[in-house]
């Protein structure tokens, strides 16, 4: 929109003949009521005849001036601003699309541990805290019993999933996520060795209590979204 603005606006300069670097040719007596009539002439015989003619019908003031060729520079400014203009927003959406990296550059929230949209990172509780859904797990045992593993199950883990833990996790593959690249031990993808084999259970307790450096998750899923989880991953490793 800006640019649409920027351009108009330099239109209506161009249009209208500003600005004009050409030979002064306006008279001031002709806002005095005096009639200019204009003639430019290349050849010395039409110029005595055209001189002589003027006289004749009553031109009261003949002025000669030689007219000098020169470039018109509006073409000129009018490319290098379209050159300047292009450049720049050419370098603008290099940066927006990770072409160019500029270490001072703000990262728009790309490797921000968000759990949610327009939510920052949760904080783990402080230690001996209760949540107030009451203690989940109690010598690394769920005290709720899973969940059936059903579709409608398997579609809300996926969801929870893509917002609290695929900033870290990948479903499957050896790219790492950008986040999960900066762990001196990745996290596992969800169809690796390290996962395909756990139950229900060592999952629901792994998003309870937390593993090494992933955080605990008790405060950001209920038990029954835990156990959504754990079916969609255990569905992800389903033969």
């Not at 200019?36 to 006289?55: C, E, I, M, P, Y």
């Not at 509780?125 to 009451?134: H, L, R, T, W, Y």
């Not at 090494?212 to 008790?218: S, V």
Request: charged share 20%; glycine share 10%.
């Amino acid at each position: 929109m800006l640019g649409v603005i920027v351009g108009t606006f330099i239109g209506f300069l161009i249009e209208g003949g500003f600005p004009y670097f050409g030979p002064k040719l306006y008279d001031k007596r002709i806002a005095e009521g005096y009639i200019g009539v204009l003639a430019q002439v290349n050849d010395d015989v039409l110029f005595a005849r055209t001189k002589q003619s003027l006289t004749d019908h009553g031109a009261q003031h003949l002025q000669e001036m030689e007219v000098r060729r020169y470039r018109d520079p509006r073409l000129a400014i009018l490319a290098g601003l379209l050159v300047v203009g292009g450049a720049f927003a050419l370098f603008t959406l290099l940066i927006f699309y990770d072409v160019i990296s500029l270490p001072w550059w703000p990262d728009q929230m790309k490797e921000s541990l968000v759990v949610a949209p327009l939510q920052g990172p949760r904080y783990p509780a402080p230690e001996g805290s209760v949540p107030i859904q009451g203690v989940a797990v109690v010598n690394n045992q769920p005290l709720t019993a899973p969940l059936p593993g059903t579709e409608d199950s398997i579609q809300r883990g996926e969801v929870l999933f893509s917002l609290h833990c695929a900033h870290c996790h990948m479903i499957a593959g050896e790219e790492l996520t950008p986040v999960g690249a900066k762990f001196a031990v990745p996290p596992p993808a969800m169809t690796s060795d390290r996962v395909a084999g756990r139950t229900a259970e060592s999952i629901f307790v792994t998003i309870t209590q937390g593993r090494g450096l992933m955080l605990p998750l008790a405060e950001n899923l209920y038990p029954d979204e835990r156990w959504d989880v754990a079916n969609y991953v255990l569905s992800l490793n389903a033969d």
